[in-house]
């Protein structure tokens, strides 16, 4: 305020004194008010010592004049205009004559030695020419030196005082008793010309040494005289620069030869700052090997030129004849044709020796370390090879021998990106096993590990970042902080998206509230989300974590084809289908149905091809629709999404052999492929799949199926419509989810009534995390309270306290997690999306290790029959008091605590452990687990005398030998969807790079987006009534007639019997064959089930277990075991109830402590005598079997309604969340 206040008298003084001496207005405007007179000569002053300072820019001018309050008579007079408040707070600055000092900065360096320093020194670019031009002047020396040799001749040395004779008596008594001539050792011959030159070359060292010896002068000048350079120069020049003053010594020797040294010492600084001009390092590898050869090289030539000088006075030997002895001597062999003959050349040949047994070594010893680090750092990836080739970098906190393999074996299955290079940067050093890995030929040409951090500029460098075709960024997943490993994942993803901005980025999160921060990578997976959801709709459609596995693995559907199981040939030969596209214009599968409806193409293409046509993307729409139904026309720009052994470019068309003889058609092929893949017989063993490419067109008769006869009789069942070209709207069944529920809920008891008119349809309101899409879901009213969401809690608003008391209609899904996480939230969706039918809802309990945070309470407290508990599966009261005994599904996640042990691989040993307990506990019930380690499913389920256990065990090292990609797929828990691993998805991200819509279809399969018009999936069950139908073909187009939807595949179930005599039958892969009695029980269990298929599509009403148990009777009928087997088999079973016994009275024992009913226990509900597996997109002629569940693409019920309903609905009077109907709860056939 003082400043202020100063400020603003000082300038109504000046205007005070401009109204009194007014001034003409051009000069006005052109000069600064005045002051008083009293100051005139002041500012007079000061304005030209400011005009001289401004003359000069080398420093900043400070204005710190004083400023004193001014008198004021009167009342403050108003400002001019052109005084602002800018300039009441920083002065006007028109004023020149103030006191003023000038500063300049950096005034050392305006110093004469200073600006010497900056030119010779420190800068890059002049200290590198100053080099250069120093190592030409060593260079030139040893030139010099070399000429001075080759013209001087020992007889004749000018300017010695040593006679002639003297010298001819020397030379002739050298071989009876050689003597030394000193003078031929102290004297040489030197033209005047070479004088010349070599004076005024050691003239210009000499000032160039003594200048930078000068300017490197740092207050000890015994430091720089003894240092070798300056010794070496000094002994190089100063003898020349005397006999320029003393003509006698102009042939007196020097070793000018010495200069190598310098010429080494000044080749590495060269290179030095010739890579700190041009920004860019160099591997200290190669400046090692660089330092090894310089210095063989100088010890070469010192030595060559040292005994070629001092063997003048004795053998005489030329300059070739030393440097081949030197070469020789310094390589060990010693021929000894070639020796120095006097002791003073011995003597040099002696340290010469001992330096480079003292030198060398130590330069050996650095040059290994460098390699061996630079083993470990993996060097730098080839900008040439960059340039010319392909690669990917992949970006990982720690590579895993698991993690590694997967990638690698998923990236090079496609065959376009074989020649593509695998650059991986990861902060740690590489593991031993890694290393063993990349160093098998097949990976160590095509992968390339570099230690460094992804943060570092210097690293990308290295890898080439800004050249590469993609970036993988991976999470470690087996950290115990997930959310600080997601914050390094988010970093990394900076750091690349900005030193590589146009390199597409492939990223994976693990919990979705991180997901938002990498929005603008190109394709981001988080963890959680698609775990979540994929246990979800495992729940209520079983096995879907297999499905979408299978899908998102590459493989060629070989696996399994060697085993004598039928169901293990099947199962691995539709394992092999995978998610393809084309444009519809561009394809024979697809392209005939241009202008007909979608169902219309998806049925006749996997009628006539076998392909599965699942979804369509418009060209103007970026987004995919899994089954837009009947009333979306297909058009020529479309791309199909279809599922198939392999995609179409690689298939081969073949005719009907019957044609091919009739008509003499050569079989031919579509697209020319270099390779052709055993499609072709795939497809033609698939049933009536032959094309005819003359007459494409199906016939009218096709669309009718021959039903069955029933009992022998002419009697049939109503016959399957035809699938209509183009959608027909009385034909398609109306699924108005926004109309009143009245109609459905009139086959509802009241009570039942009552409970589904307390849900309504809508968005959920509250989302735990940015970034989750909007689902349509079932939801209460009004919010439940939080006390109202703990399940073994009453409280005010009811006094239940466990799961009987509710009094559930549905089974129970039970989830068991550590922590309620955000990723949670997306278990709940699936399970209450809007197209889920009320009366199957099932209530969710969550399990927790730690309550739920209000945050959490909140985002589910709206959605209806969803509580929580705390809890561990490790305590059975935890478990009785949650409902265990009334669950149909038990979810275990595992926990996070866990994921990092001692040993990587007994992150699960907690878990397996419990479940096994459970599992034996409550056999009845379905537990699907989640493992960190895929390797570790072989223990769900163990039984340690399960001969078929250890044949699968046995198949599946045959498949990982022979290169298979899914190795466990033939372990029954992964078969039967009971186990999943996260890990398994890591392929959804490396296929992205060749399929950039997996990540899209695969959130829609399982839910995570509601794209409208979209389909979802879902699950039907094969009853008695509908064996009838017979083939999975007649099936497809009964879908596709009556309700417009799409299976994809079939949930199987079959009896099988784990026992010791399974010994038996046990699987014998390794010799392809089996013995005969074990080749005849397989012969004999697979005719058994194709007559099983057979009786059961004439004979609807014959079980499948009872033909089983038939079939076990006619087995023990012919062929009898053996007295012990029996004892064995009896003893077994004793054991067996016994244990069973035990558990159930141990379990109902505790319900009756805890006052819980025991009437819901059953014990003796065993499903572990039963084998499951999925068959993605069987042949059409696929026997359906009882009980089989069927996979189906339900099209979107919301896209065919009608504009009107719409808008009446919006006017109704009802709740804005009531929307009224659902889908069908069940397909009925």
Same mark, same amino acid.
């Given at each position: 305020m003082?400043?202020f206040?100063n400020l603003?008298g000082?300038?109504v003084?000046q205007?005070?004194e401009?109204r009194a001496a007014?001034?003409?207005?051009q000069?006005?405007?052109m000069?600064?008010p005045?002051?008083?007179?009293?100051?005139?000569g002041d500012?007079?002053t000061?304005?030209?010592t400011?005009?001289?300072?401004?003359?000069?820019?080398?420093?900043v001018?400070?204005?710190?004049?004083?400023?004193?309050?001014?008198?004021?008579?009167?009342?403050?007079?108003?400002?001019?205009?052109? !005084?602002r408040?800018? /300039?009441?707070?920083?002065?006007d600055q028109?004023?020149q004559n103030d006191?003023?000092?000038?500063?300049?900065?950096?005034v050392n360096?305006?110093?004469?030695?200073?600006?010497?320093?900056?030119f010779f020194?420190?800068?890059q *670019?002049?200290?590198?020419?100053?080099?250069?031009?120093?190592?030409s002047?060593?260079?030139?020396t040893c030139?010099l030196?070399?000429?001075?040799?080759?013209l001087?001749?020992?007889k004749d040395?000018?300017?010695?005082?040593c006679?002639?004779? &003297?010298?001819?008596?020397?030379?002739?008594?050298?071989?009876e008793?050689?003597?030394i001539n000193?003078?031929?050792?102290?004297w040489?011959?030197?033209?005047?010309s070479?004088w010349?030159i070599q004076v005024?070359v050691?003239?210009?060292?000499?000032?160039e040494?003594?200048?930078?010896?000068?300017?490197?002068?740092?207050?000890n000048?015994?430091?720089?005289i003894f240092?070798?350079?300056f010794?070496?120069?000094m002994i190089?020049?100063v003898p020349?620069?005397i006999?320029?003053?003393?003509p006698?010594l102009t042939?007196?020797?020097v070793?000018?030869?010495?200069n190598?040294?310098?010429?080494k010492?000044? =080749?590495?600084?060269m290179?030095?700052d010739?890579h700190?001009?041009?920004?860019?390092t160099h591997s200290a590898?190669?400046?090692?090997?660089?330092?090894l050869?310089c210095?063989l090289l100088?010890l070469v030539?010192?030595g060559a030129?040292?005994?070629?000088?001092?063997?003048?006075?004795?053998?005489?030997?030329?300059l070739?004849?030393?440097?081949?002895?030197?070469i020789v001597?310094?390589?060990?062999?010693?021929?000894?044709?070639v020796?120095?003959?006097i002791?003073?050349s011995q003597?040099?040949?002696v340290?010469?020796?001992?330096?480079?047994l003292v030198?060398?070594?130590?330069?050996f010893?650095?040059?290994?370390?460098?390699?061996?680090?630079s083993?470990? =750092?993996?060097?730098?990836?080839?900008?040439?090879?960059a340039q010319?080739e392909?690669? #990917?970098v992949?970006?990982?906190s720690s590579?895993?021998?698991?993690?590694?393999?997967?990638?690698?074996?998923?990236?090079y299955?496609?065959?376009r990106?074989?020649?593509?290079?695998?650059?991986?940067?990861?902060p740690?050093?590489?593991?031993?096993?890694?290393?063993?890995?990349l160093?098998i030929p097949l990976?160590?040409?095509?992968v390339?590990?570099?230690?460094?951090?992804?943060?570092k500029d210097q690293?990308?460098?290295r890898?080439?970042?800004d050249?590469?075709?993609?970036? $993988?960024i991976?999470?470690?997943?087996?950290?115990?902080?997930?959310t600080?490993?997601?914050?390094?994942?988010?970093?990394r993803?900076?750091?690349?998206?900005?030193f590589?901005?146009?390199?597409?980025?492939?990223?994976?999160?693990?919990k979705?509230?991180?997901?938002?921060?990498?929005?603008?990578a190109?394709?981001?997976?988080?963890?959680?989300e698609?775990?979540?959801?994929?246990l979800?709709?495992?729940?209520v459609c079983?096995?879907?974590?297999t499905l979408?596995?299978?899908?998102v693995?590459?493989s060629?559907?070989?696996?399994?084809?060697?085993s004598p199981?039928?169901?293990q040939?099947?199962?691995g030969?539709?394992s092999g289908?995978?998610?393809?596209?084309?444009?519809?214009?561009d394809?024979k $599968?697809?392209?005939?149905?241009d202008?007909?409806s979608?169902?219309?193409a998806?049925f006749?293409?996997?009628?006539?091809?076998?392909?599965?046509? +699942?979804g369509?993307?418009?060209? /103007?729409?970026?987004s995919i =629709?899994l089954?837009?139904?009947p009333?979306?026309?297909?058009?020529a720009?479309?791309t199909?999404?279809?599922?198939n052994?392999t995609k179409e470019e690689?298939?081969?068309?073949?005719?009907?052999?019957?044609?091919?003889h009739?008509?003499?058609?050569p #079989?031919?092929g579509?697209?020319?492929?270099?390779? *052709?893949?055993?499609v072709h017989?795939?497809?033609?063993?698939?049933?009536t799949?032959? +094309?005819?490419?003359?007459?494409?067109d199906p016939?009218?008769?096709?669309?009718?199926?021959t039903?069955p006869?029933e009992n022998?009789?002419g009697?049939r069942r109503p016959?399957?419509?035809?699938? =209509?070209?183009i959608?027909?709207?009385?034909a398609i069944?109306?699924?108005?989810?926004?109309?009143d529920?009245s109609e459905d809920?009139?086959?509802?008891?009241d009570?039942?009534g009552?409970?589904?008119s307390?849900?309504?349809?809508g968005?959920p309101p509250? @989302?735990?995390y940015?970034g989750?899409?909007?689902?349509? &879901?079932?939801?209460l009213?009004q919010?439940?309270p939080f006390c109202?969401l703990?399940?073994?809690?009453?409280?005010?608003h009811? @006094?239940?306290e466990?799961a009987?008391a509710?009094?559930?209609?549905?089974?129970?899904?039970?989830?068991s997690a550590?922590?309620a996480g955000n990723?949670l939230?997306?278990?709940?969706v699936p399970l209450?999306a809007?197209?889920?039918p009320?009366?199957e809802?099932n209530?969710?309990?969550?399990l927790?290790?730690?309550?739920?945070?209000?945050?959490?309470l909140?985002?589910i407290?709206?959605f209806?029959?969803?509580?929580?508990m705390?809890g561990t599966?490790?305590n059975l009261?935890?478990?009785l008091?949650?409902?265990i005994?009334y669950?149909?599904?038990l979810v275990?996640?595992d926990?996070?605590?866990t994921?990092?042990?001692e040993?990587?691989?007994m992150?699960d040993?907690?878990t397996?452990?419990n479940?096994?307990?459970?599992?034996?506990? $409550?056999?009845s019930l @379905? +537990?699907?687990?989640?493992l960190t %380690?895929p390797s570790n499913m072989r223990?769900?389920?163990?039984?340690?005398?399960?001969c078929?256990?250890?044949?699968l065990s046995?198949?599946?090292k045959i498949e990982?030998?022979?290169?298979s990609n899914?190795?466990?797929?033939?372990r029954?828990?992964f078969?039967?969807?009971?186990? $999943?691993s996260?890990?398994?998805?890591?392929?959804l991200?490396?296929q992205?790079?060749?399929?950039?819509?997996?990540?899209a +279809?695969?959130?829609?399969l399982?839910g995570?987006d509601t794209?409208?018009g979209?389909g979802?999936?879902c699950a039907m069950?094969?009853?008695?009534?509908d064996l009838?139908?017979r083939?999975?073909?007649?099936?497809?187009q009964?879908?596709c007639?009556?309700?417009?939807?799409?299976p994809?595949g079939?949930y199987?179930?079959?009896?099988?019997?784990?026992?010791t005599?399974?010994s038996?039958?046990?699987?014998?892969?390794e010799?392809?064959v089996?013995h005969?009695?074990?080749?005849e029980?397989?012969?004999?269990r697979?005719?058994h089930?194709?007559?099983?298929?057979?009786?059961?599509s004439?004979?609807?009403?014959l079980?499948?277990?009872?033909m089983q148990?038939?079939?076990?009777l006619?087995r023990?009928?012919?062929?009898?075991s053996s007295r012990?087997?029996?004892?064995s088999q009896?003893?077994?079973?004793?054991?067996?109830?016994?244990?069973?016994?035990?558990l159930s009275?141990?379990?109902k024992?505790?319900?009756? %402590?805890?006052?819980?009913?025991?009437?819901? !226990?059953?014990?003796?509900?065993?499903?572990?005598?039963?084998?499951s597996?999925?068959?993605?997109?069987?042949p059409?002629d696929t026997?359906?079997?009882l009980?089989d569940?069927?996979?189906?693409?339900?099209s979107?019920?919301?896209?065919?309604?009608?504009?009107?309903?719409?808008v009446?609905?919006?006017?109704?009077?009802r709740n804005q969340?009531?929307f009224?109907?659902e889908t069908?709860?069940?397909?009925?056939?």
């Amino acid at each position: 305020m003082n400043i202020f206040f100063n400020l603003r008298g000082t300038v109504v003084r000046q205007i005070a004194e401009d109204r009194a001496a007014p001034v003409p207005p051009q000069e006005a405007a052109m000069s600064p008010p005045r002051r008083s007179s009293s100051s005139q000569g002041d500012s007079r002053t000061s304005t030209e010592t400011l005009q001289k300072n401004n003359s000069s820019n080398s420093g900043v001018i400070l204005d710190i004049s004083a400023l004193k309050m001014a008198d004021v008579d009167s009342e403050v007079p108003p400002l001019p205009p052109r !005084y602002r408040f800018r /300039d009441l707070l920083l002065g006007d600055q028109t004023f020149q004559n103030d006191d003023r000092v000038q500063v300049e900065f950096y005034v050392n360096e305006n110093t004469f030695k200073e600006r010497l320093k900056l030119f010779f020194i420190k800068n890059q *670019r002049s200290s590198l020419r100053i080099r250069l031009f120093n190592f030409s002047l060593k260079i030139l020396t040893c030139v010099l030196y070399i000429v001075r040799v080759s013209l001087d001749d020992p007889k004749d040395v000018n300017g010695n005082p040593c006679s002639a004779v &003297c010298r001819n008596n020397s030379w002739t008594n050298t071989a009876e008793s050689p003597e030394i001539n000193w003078e031929l050792i102290f004297w040489v011959n030197r033209r005047v010309s070479v004088w010349a030159i070599q004076v005024t070359v050691a003239l210009i060292s000499f000032l160039e040494t003594m200048l930078i010896t000068y300017l490197s002068y740092k207050g000890n000048i015994w430091e720089q005289i003894f240092q070798i350079s300056f010794i070496l120069e000094m002994i190089n020049t100063v003898p020349f620069i005397i006999t320029i003053f003393w003509p006698p010594l102009t042939n007196i020797f020097v070793p000018v030869f010495l200069n190598c040294w310098l010429a080494k010492g000044a =080749l590495e600084n060269m290179i030095n700052d010739f890579h700190r001009a041009i920004q860019r390092t160099h591997s200290a590898m190669f400046n090692q090997v660089f330092i090894l050869i310089c210095t063989l090289l100088c010890l070469v030539f010192t030595g060559a030129c040292g005994i070629q000088h001092l063997e003048r006075a004795g053998k005489n030997l030329s300059l070739f004849d030393s440097f081949y002895f030197c070469i020789v001597t310094f390589s060990t062999v010693g021929y000894g044709d070639v020796t120095p003959q006097i002791w003073p050349s011995q003597l040099l040949v002696v340290i010469l020796i001992c330096v480079a047994l003292v030198v060398l070594p130590l330069q050996f010893e650095e040059l290994a370390y460098l390699w061996m680090e630079s083993q470990k =750092l993996g060097g730098n990836y080839s900008r040439h090879r960059a340039q010319t080739e392909k690669h #990917v970098v992949l970006c990982v906190s720690s590579l895993k021998i698991d993690l590694l393999m997967d990638f690698l074996n998923e990236f090079y299955a496609h065959p376009r990106l074989q020649d593509y290079y695998v650059v991986i940067l990861c902060p740690t050093e590489m593991d031993i096993q890694v290393r063993r890995i990349l160093q098998i030929p097949l990976w160590s040409q095509r992968v390339i590990y570099l230690q460094g951090s992804a943060l570092k500029d210097q690293d990308l460098m290295r890898a080439k970042m800004d050249d590469a075709e993609a970036c $993988f960024i991976l999470s470690s997943r087996n950290e115990v902080d997930r959310t600080a490993a997601d914050h390094q994942t988010i970093l990394r993803a900076w750091a690349a998206k900005d030193f590589a901005p146009n390199c597409p980025l492939y990223v994976q999160i693990l919990k979705p509230e991180n997901k938002f921060h990498v929005k603008f990578a190109d394709h981001v997976v988080c963890e959680e989300e698609f775990k979540y959801a994929m246990l979800a709709l495992n729940c209520v459609c079983p096995a879907t974590s297999t499905l979408v596995t299978l899908l998102v693995h590459t493989s060629r559907g070989q696996e399994g084809q060697l085993s004598p199981e039928h169901w293990q040939k099947m199962y691995g030969r539709c394992s092999g289908n995978e998610v393809y596209h084309i444009r519809l214009c561009d394809s024979k $599968f697809f392209g005939e149905y241009d202008g007909k409806s979608f169902t219309y193409a998806s049925f006749h293409a996997h009628k006539k091809y076998g392909v599965c046509l +699942i979804g369509v993307k418009r060209e /103007d729409n970026k987004s995919i =629709l899994l089954n837009p139904g009947p009333r979306h026309i297909m058009a020529a720009t479309d791309t199909c999404y279809y599922i198939n052994i392999t995609k179409e470019e690689n298939s081969a068309f073949i005719f009907k052999q019957e044609e091919k003889h009739s008509k003499g058609l050569p #079989v031919t092929g579509l697209y020319d492929a270099p390779s *052709r893949l055993p499609v072709h017989s795939i497809i033609a063993s698939m049933g009536t799949v032959a +094309i005819d490419l003359q007459n494409p067109d199906p016939p009218e008769e096709s669309g009718k199926l021959t039903l069955p006869t029933e009992n022998g009789a002419g009697s049939r069942r109503p016959s399957i419509a035809p699938v =209509l070209e183009i959608a027909d709207s009385s034909a398609i069944l109306p699924c108005d989810l926004l109309s009143d529920q009245s109609e459905d809920e009139t086959n509802q008891s009241d009570e039942e009534g009552s409970v589904g008119s307390d849900f309504v349809k809508g968005y959920p309101p509250n @989302s735990p995390y940015i970034g989750s899409s909007p689902t349509l &879901c079932h939801l209460l009213p009004q919010k439940a309270p939080f006390c109202c969401l703990r399940l073994d809690k009453g409280c005010t608003h009811n @006094s239940f306290e466990d799961a009987k008391a509710y009094g559930f209609k549905n089974k129970l899904i039970i989830v068991s997690a550590e922590t309620a996480g955000n990723g949670l939230y997306n278990f709940i969706v699936p399970l209450r999306a809007y197209y889920r039918p009320r009366k199957e809802l099932n209530p969710i309990v969550l399990l927790l290790d730690y309550p739920p945070d209000n945050h959490f309470l909140e985002a589910i407290c709206c959605f209806p029959m969803v509580y929580f508990m705390a809890g561990t599966i490790d305590n059975l009261d935890n478990l009785l008091q949650c409902g265990i005994i009334y669950a149909d599904n038990l979810v275990v996640v595992d926990k996070e605590s866990t994921m990092s042990a001692e040993e990587d691989y007994m992150a699960d040993a907690k878990t397996i452990v419990n479940v096994q307990t459970m599992f034996r506990l $409550f056999p009845s019930l @379905s +537990i699907i687990t989640e493992l960190t %380690h895929p390797s570790n499913m072989r223990f769900m389920q163990f039984r340690a005398k399960d001969c078929y256990s250890l044949a699968l065990s046995k198949l599946e090292k045959i498949e990982r030998d022979k290169g298979s990609n899914l190795a466990f797929m033939f372990r029954l828990p992964f078969a039967a969807g009971r186990v $999943f691993s996260i890990s398994m998805l890591d392929t959804l991200l490396y296929q992205s790079f060749v399929k950039d819509y997996m990540i899209a +279809i695969a959130r829609l399969l399982l839910g995570l987006d509601t794209t409208p018009g979209s389909g979802y999936l879902c699950a039907m069950k094969v009853t008695e009534e509908d064996l009838w139908i017979r083939t999975y073909g007649r099936l497809f187009q009964k879908l596709c007639s009556s309700s417009a939807e799409i299976p994809i595949g079939i949930y199987r179930t079959e009896s099988h019997m784990f026992s010791t005599s399974e010994s038996q039958v046990s699987i014998n892969v390794e010799q392809g064959v089996e013995h005969r009695e074990r080749g005849e029980s397989w012969k004999e269990r697979t005719a058994h089930r194709n007559s099983t298929t057979s009786d059961q599509s004439e004979h609807p009403l014959l079980r499948k277990k009872s033909m089983q148990w038939a079939r076990r009777l006619s087995r023990k009928t012919n062929k009898p075991s053996s007295r012990a087997e029996r004892i064995s088999q009896q003893r077994l079973n004793l054991y067996r109830r016994s244990e069973r016994q035990e558990l159930s009275e141990l379990v109902k024992n505790r319900m009756k %402590h805890l006052g819980l009913p025991t009437v819901g !226990y059953d014990e003796m509900n065993d499903h572990q005598n039963t084998l499951s597996y999925v068959l993605i997109n069987p042949p059409p002629d696929t026997m359906l079997e009882l009980n089989d569940i069927v996979y189906i693409i339900r099209s979107d019920p919301l896209a065919h309604m009608p504009e009107d309903s719409q808008v009446g609905q919006g006017r109704s009077t009802r709740n804005q969340q009531d929307f009224g109907t659902e889908t069908r709860d069940e397909t009925h056939l």
